[in-house]
């Protein structure tokens, strides 16, 4: 029988955003290496914690600065876009037709696991092995120290995105002891194909933030991204949002949030949003949220933008940024400003899976082969939509309000990549080895 624990060390990587939004919903129940003297939740970072050995840091680094560089070249022709083709090569997902034995391992594998054999990530094991609790990576490396450095507690693997490559599976996927997560059937299958035993993966969603609030807030806003009524015509069983949330959507404007990557590298689309729904922002009929995340470059640009096209005395009233120095303090405001978020406009990132929300999302051009296949997903369950030019917003987005197809995604999502609680799933099953129920889950 499985011991029952009170915490689980839950380890991301300090790059980007996804991975550590992946894990942000599971801080309730983390712990740290007492050894560290944190009296406070918190998500550990495995390229940067307490006592982390300049080695394995350096090594780290270099691969953050290289992925984030080469993002921001990506915006370059010729030489930016040979770049990013050349790197995404070796993190690209097959396709997935025909099935096939997939488990080979890539270069980039057997890289990673060199760097494994001369000591990378050691000393991390060695701090968790001091007080063993079950061990949860939303990055799969990590999950790789914890096997071959001799983990002594189980390890979970939760993956952040639709579909994966075959960097998330171990060198030797047959024998691994790792439990696998997988937030979408896809990602199952694909798992098996890659040699990952059956019942080594548990299907248990893509945890996301856990305020009932969001999911309300559906209501409301079918009637925003309906005004004319066309989709609610279509199907009645809308019809009751109406007559529900008259009070609460007529005072408010439609609200779009535009989410740039950590790399910022789409920044420069969020200021053609502005420029072209000007006119809408100062009459008070549309509002952007543009998010800056953690970076206080992109706050800067933004800042600089807003200024440039005069809408300072728009700023919090129909312009406003959202921007933290901290991570994790950025993501609650993120969450909390999806309440009053409308439509979703991001790069198809983890991002992908909160159409779940009732929120549709409008997609900048993917970065990469998994970028590619969550786009593939959202058009699967009908959910989001390819941006036309970020200059002529005002008049496209015009005509996808008149036609309800926004409502129409809004529902999608909803109803195509139901919201399960994820977080609490991972909970009990981490904690307590409660498997999930099948029968209570619908995944695409």
Known sequence: MKENYQKAYVV???MGYGHQRAAFP????????????????????????????????????????????????????????????????????????????????TMQTKQIYRMIKHGMGRHLIEVFNKKPLPLICTFPIPAFFAEEHGYK?????????????????????????????????????????????????????????????????????IIKLDPFGVYRKKHQDFASFKTKNQATTEEKPLTITFAVGGAGAQWKTGVDILNSLKTQITKGTIRVNLVAGASKRILSKFERSIKKLGLEAYRDRGVSIIYRPDKFEYFTEFNQALCETDVLW??????????????????????GSQEECNKAWLHMVGAGFEQYDPKFTAEWLADWLSSGWLAEAAARGFLNAPLVPSHKQIEELVLHGKIPDPANNSFI
Request: aromatic fraction near 12%.
């Open 26 to 105: 599971l801080l309730n129940f983390t712990g740290t290496p007492d050894e560290w003297n944190i009296d406070k939740p918190m998500i550990i970072s495995a390229n940067n914690y307490p006592g982390i050995p300049n080695s394995d840091k350096s090594k780290w680094s270099l691969t953050q600065r290289t992925y984030e560089f080469v993002s921001r070249m990506n915006g370059f022709p010729l030489l930016g876009k040979r770049m990013f083709r050349m790197m995404d090569y070796f993190q690209r997902i097959e396709p997935f037709y025909p099935k096939h034995d997939m488990s080979k391992p």
């Open 153 to 221: 507690g189980e390890i979970y693997c939760l993956c952040t995105d639709t579909d994966v490559s075959r960097a998330w599976a171990p060198l030797h996927p047959e024998k691994s002891r790792i439990i696998y997560l997988a937030p979408t059937m896809r990602a199952k299958e694909r798992l098996e194909l890659y040699g990952v035993q059956p019942e080594k993966i548990v299907l248990t969603g893509f945890p996301i933030p856990d305020d009932a609030t969001l999911s309300s807030s559906l209501y409301r806003r």
């Open 12 to 14: 991301a990587v300090d």
């Open 346 to 367: 991001t790069k198809p990132s983890e991002l992908s899976f909160y159409v779940g929300l009732g929120i549709p999302i409008i997609m900048t051009p993917p970065l």
